[in-house]
């Protein structure tokens, strides 16, 4: 079974400080995904990459950066974190393009920023 | 304008009846791939059904089928025989052909499942 896994199930920071979310995926995924997932809007993309030290903005980047320097794992980084950047955010991960492949996702991160 | 539009916010329906999510999509490419994932409380999403744009029939897995409607561009999920376990949040999503594939979703629908 694919396994993607979230470093904290829960985690609680305070304003200003640089937060870490770490995703690893065991599967050799090419791509992974970091969501941020509010009530009545959805998931929402905010980066994805797509090979080692590649990386995409997706939907909302703005206040969040990523780092992939191995395949396996796929770092969402809060510069300077914020309370409205308070969210469940969810990795993912699949296989390249082109056949049918869905994504996979890890149990997600609860952040709270107080 | 939204890719994906999910219109129920909630839908209850009975332990042992049938009941469809609805899910309309946006898309100008011919090749995309149209994916309904279920969240329970504890947060995981779960895969449930896949449907291609080429596929010729409509997609089936266990209680789940996917009401593929190509021309009026609508993925209806249908549960039948719902049973207790299957509250929970789901979500519509696809992926376009083009790019790297990210998934789109819709905003969710909770369905509630009464006894």
């Known amino acids: 079974d694919v396994k993607v896994t979230q470093s904290s199930r829960y985690l609680v920071k305070r304003t200003g400080e640089k937060v870490f979310l770490e995703c690893v995926q065991d599967?050799?995924?090419?791509?992974m995904f970091w969501y941020r997932q509010d009530p009545g809007l959805g998931l929402r993309l905010i980066y994805f990459s797509y090979d080692v030290k590649m990386k995409e903005k997706g939907d909302i980047p703005e206040g969040y950066s990523v780092s992939r320097e191995k395949k396996e794992r796929f770092s969402l980084i809060l510069e300077s974190a914020s309370t409205n950047q308070t969210s469940m955010y969810l990795c993912?991960?699949?296989?390249?393009?082109?056949?049918?492949?869905?994504?996979?996702f890890g149990q997600g991160t609860r952040l709270t920023v107080v | 304008a939204q890719k994906i539009t999910q219109t129920q916010p909630g839908m209850f329906v009975q332990e042992k009846e049938a009941v469809t999510l609805d899910c309309t999509y946006d898309t100008s490419d011919p090749s995309y791939g149209l994916f309904w994932y279920k969240q329970p409380s504890s947060g995981e999403m779960i895969f449930l059904i896949y449907q291609g744009s080429y596929d010729q029939q409509n997609a089936t897995e266990g209680r789940y089928s996917l009401n593929f409607q190509k021309a009026r561009k609508s993925a209806n999920l249908v549960i039948s025989a719902s049973q207790l376990g299957d509250s929970a949040m789901y979500f519509c999503a696809m992926r376009e052909g083009r790019g790297y594939s990210t998934l789109t979703f819709g905003k969710g629908t909770m369905l509630l499942v009464s006894p």
């Open positions: 599967m050799d995924h090419e791509n």
């Open positions: 993912a991960s699949r296989p390249p393009r082109g056949a049918y492949t869905e994504a996979f």
